[in-house]
């Protein structure tokens, strides 16, 4: 929507706004995360502000303060927050198990009003069955930081569609982030160096 739009009012050819291009609202929509660890966590933070109403699904139950501090609501089975959701958004490390975590078989348990979000990696979803689903509206949209391949090949179908937005992996890309992010992996360094406990350890002993 935002992406058309801006199409819309930089084009040589626009004449006039039509009034009837109406967008879908956040304002107390359900949004459903997968994946609800430190970074589904903060967008759940930020979707409360928005009045939404939360769902998740997470391999573990976050305590019941989490839960209460932003108004979420687990789901033990996936498939129910896909049915209930208008937004359903992947937060999941790549692993084995989450690979093609979203195939075809997922999509059509999902609204056909929508929208599918993916800020983990690209291989969560099986882009073929996304292509297939987009296609013939089983869902409404996408909206993807993240494929496989990045970049796309350019004559990918995923390119060519109207109803999704692609942007190149730039989830933490501002000026701000990398130096955090920098900072970390030195921080990191500096406690291996010196025999100290890792602050970031991957897979803690």
Known sequence: YLHSGCQIAVSPDTKHFAVD?????????????????????????????????????????????????????????????????????????????THRLIGKKELGLMKPTATLINISRGAVIDQDALVEALQNKVIRAAALDVTYPEPLPRDHPLLNLNNVIITPHIGTATVQAIRMMAEEAIANM????????????????
């Open 21 to 97: 291009w109406l967008g879908v609202e956040v304002t107390r929509a359900t949004l459903g995360i997968i994946g609800m660890g430190s970074i589904g966590y903060k967008v759940a933070e930020r979707a409360r502000a928005f009045n939404m109403r939360l769902l998740y699904h997470n391999r573990n139950r976050r305590r019941k303060e989490e839960e209460e501090a932003v108004g979420a609501h687990y789901c033990a089975k996936m498939e129910d927050l896909l049915q209930q959701s208008d937004f359903v958004m992947l937060v999941v490390n790549l692993t084995p198990e």
């Open 190 to 205: 500096l406690a291996v160096l010196n025999g100290q406990p890792i602050p970031s350890e991957v897979f803690p002993k």
